[in-house]
């Protein structure tokens, strides 16, 4: 019996995730670019995989100067895909329900140019893949690494609520 309710609860402990696991899917097209790290192709909202942003209300400070950092980033992410035909490669959604997913300009990663330019931070809670990248975006001073920014995520935390 005990072995049973073991089987039982392991089962359940593997089943249940934070991101609901969805078939392998390529989603291709144009991108309409929502922040930093979620764009839109077609009807489907998709998030930037290993990688967070500053939110779009975010600001940073440079030469003790506040400036909007999260629009900033979203701008270069713009320019960065216009009129390009983005490839995502999702296996799983987050509890938005939207695609966590790997996206490409033309076999270029962009969740790497992001980072390696400083516009989105390797987000370790989720992968490792970007670290290089964002030491090179901090020791060059790209991006958000030119001045103080509090981290997307602690910036969240602090201003859910308003």
């Known amino acids: 019996m005990i072995f049973k309710t073991i089987y039982i609860f392991i089962t359940i402990l593997f089943t249940i995730s934070p991101a609901s696991k969805v078939s392998s899917e390529e989603i291709k097209g144009l991108a309409k670019i929502i922040d ?24 940073c400070i440079k030469e003790d100067t506040k400036w909007p950092c999260g629009l900033e980033s979203k701008k270069a992410l713009i320019e960065y895909t216009k009129n390009k035909i983005i490839s995502c490669i999702s296996n799983k959604k987050d509890r938005y329900n939207r695609f966590i997913a790997k996206c490409y ?36 001073n790209l991006g958000i690494w030119q001045g103080k920014f509090l981290k997307p995520h602690k910036w969240r935390r602090i201003n859910k609520n308003k």
Request: avoid cysteine; hydrophobic fraction near 35%.
């Open 36 to 59: 930093g790290d979620t764009i839109k192709i077609s009807t489907r909202k998709i998030r930037l995989s290993g990688i967070d942003a500053p939110e779009l209300k975010q600001f």
């Open 105 to 140: 300009k033309e076999k270029q990663d962009i969740q790497k140019w992001l980072v390696k330019n400083g516009w989105a931070l390797a987000y370790r809670k989720y992968s490792l893949e970007y670290i290089n990248d964002e030491n090179f975006a901090q020791n060059n």
